[in-house]
C-alpha cells in the first residue's frame, strides 16, 4: 500500500517537473538580430537574412491616387 502511494507522488512530481520546465522555457524569438546579407548593415530584426529596408521593395511600388 505504502508503495503505492510512493509510486503516485513519483508520477506527480514528474508531471509538475515537466509543467514547471514548460513554464521556464525561453520565449520563442520570432526575429533574430544580426547583419544583413543584403546591404551589411546590423540590424536588430533580421527576417530571412535581410533588415527592414532591403526587404522593401525597391523602387517603391507606385502610388495610385
Ligand atoms: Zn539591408
Excluded at 513519483?10 to 533574430?32: C, G, N, S, T
Excluded at 538580430?33 to 522593401?56: F, H, I, Q, W
Amino acid at each position: 500500500m505504502a508503495d503505492q502511494v510512493d509510486d503516485a507522488s513519483e508520477i506527480e512530481q514528474a508531471h509538475i517537473d515537466r509543467a514547471l520546465a514548460e513554464v521556464r522555457r525561453e520565449p520563442f524569438e520570432a526575429w533574430v538580430s544580426g547583419k544583413c546579407e543584403e546591404c551589411g548593415d546590423e540590424t536588430l530584426r533580421l527576417v530571412e537574412g535581410k533588415c527592414a529596408p532591403c526587404r522593401e521593395p525597391w523602387p517603391p511600388l507606385p502610388r495610385r491616387y
